[in-house]
């Protein structure tokens, strides 16, 4: 057990419709990280928050977005999924923003869109 | 943007034996932090070990050991004494120094051991 909590760890659903995915980071850690991975890009970042700012965004869609609530855990919300939103969605964390110790993943969300 | 590259996609090594993974990557920093991490089939990604870009000496972590060529911005992975629970995909990642930075990853390796 690394300490990052995902929940769901798996999530079937249709096209169009939306759904949220939830971190809870390391106790202590006050930076969060997500991360999709697909077969086809790797693994891609998302997003960052530290202590409940949003830091830094990457290829993130405008169809998701995330937020930090004051209790450090954090949700990515995903809406009118495609089937290409199929991928395995990590949750990271880290002490620090930048996390140069490296940051600890989470065990991951399964999403299958059909 | 730092890039990170990975060759040899797949690679099998017998039970006890060497492999070496190869990775560069490019930037224009002086100041970084390299890693691997390992992705089992639990899909969980696990951090192997750590390279900071201004040490000389190479990281050690038990049997995982890496060659850290800053000038040929080249960072592979050594495993030694390979064991089946070292079957996974390998992944190298960057990240530059200051607070709004992110680990950038590589494609991966997959390592098969074989008994």
């Known amino acids: 057990d690394s300490g990052v909590t995902q929940t769901p760890k798996h999530l079937i659903t249709a096209t169009g419709q939306r759904v949220t995915l939830r971190c809870s980071p390391r106790s202590g850690d006050l930076s969060v990280y997500w991360y999709q991975q697909s077969l086809d890009q790797g693994l891609q970042f998302l997003i960052q928050?530290?202590?409940?700012?949003?830091?830094a965004k990457g290829n993130i869609l405008e169809r998701f977005s995330a937020q930090q609530f004051p209790d450090l855990h954090s949700e990515l919300n995903l809406s009118s999924l495609e089937l290409g939103d199929s991928a395995l969605y990590f949750c990271?964390?880290?002490?620090?923003?930048?996390?140069?110790?490296?940051?600890?993943f989470g065990s991951g969300t399964r999403l299958t869109v059909v | 943007a730092q890039t990170v590259t990975q060759s040899q996609p797949e690679m099998s090594v017998q039970e006890a034996e060497t492999v070496t993974l190869s990775c560069t990557y490019d930037t224009s920093e002086n100041n970084y932090y390299l890693f691997w991490y390992k992705q089992p089939p639990s899909r969980q990604m696990i951090l192997v070990i750590r390279q900071e870009a201004y040490k000389q000496q190479n990281a050690t972590e038990n049997r995982f050991s890496v060659n850290f060529q800053k000038a040929a911005k080249s960072f592979s992975l050594k495993i030694s004494d390979s064991q089946l629970g070292d079957t996974a995909m390998y992944f190298c990642?960057?990240?530059?120094?200051?607070?709004?930075?992110?680990?950038?990853f590589g494609k991966g390796n997959q390592v098969v051991v074989i008994p």
């Open positions: 990271a964390s880290s002490l620090t923003s930048g996390g140069p110790y490296g940051y600890t």
């Open positions: 928050y530290y202590n409940g700012e949003e830091r």
């Open positions: 990642a960057f990240m530059t120094t200051g607070g709004n930075n992110r680990l950038a």
